[in-house]
């Protein structure tokens, strides 16, 4: 096995570990309405961050590009409340579009 494929399957076991762990830590367990609230907004801020720095970032250099307008196209779909499937779409040809005329 290479050294890829190994890496692969211990982040694997280790995502599958991490996440069994949480409903045998909190199972059962009774936390404030605070702590769930700010449980509640882990995964947005994760999702956005990753996509931000999937959108703008190159190495450690932020890069302006077609990536952007497609971002701010579904951003403009999604606040319409377009369906997903259009928003993909929209987001998709704006980037294509903006990769041609460039």
């Not at 494929?5 to 909190?26: H, K």
């Not at 369906?83 to 990769?99: D, Y």
């Amino acid at each position: 096995m290479s050294d890829v494929w190994i890496t692969i399957a211990a982040l694997a076991v280790a995502t599958a570990v991490l996440r069994a762990s949480g409903p045998v830590l909190l199972g059962g367990k009774s936390y404030p309405p605070r702590v769930w609230a700010v449980m509640a907004l882990i995964a947005p801020a994760v999702l956005a961050a990753l996509i931000v720095t999937e959108t703008v970032g190159e190495g450690t250099s932020i890069v302006l590009d077609e990536r952007l307008a497609g971002l701010a196209a579904a951003v403009a779909a999604v606040v319409m409340r377009a369906p997903i499937l259009a928003v993909l779409v929209i987001a998709a040809t704006a980037t294509a579009t903006l990769r041609v005329i460039i």
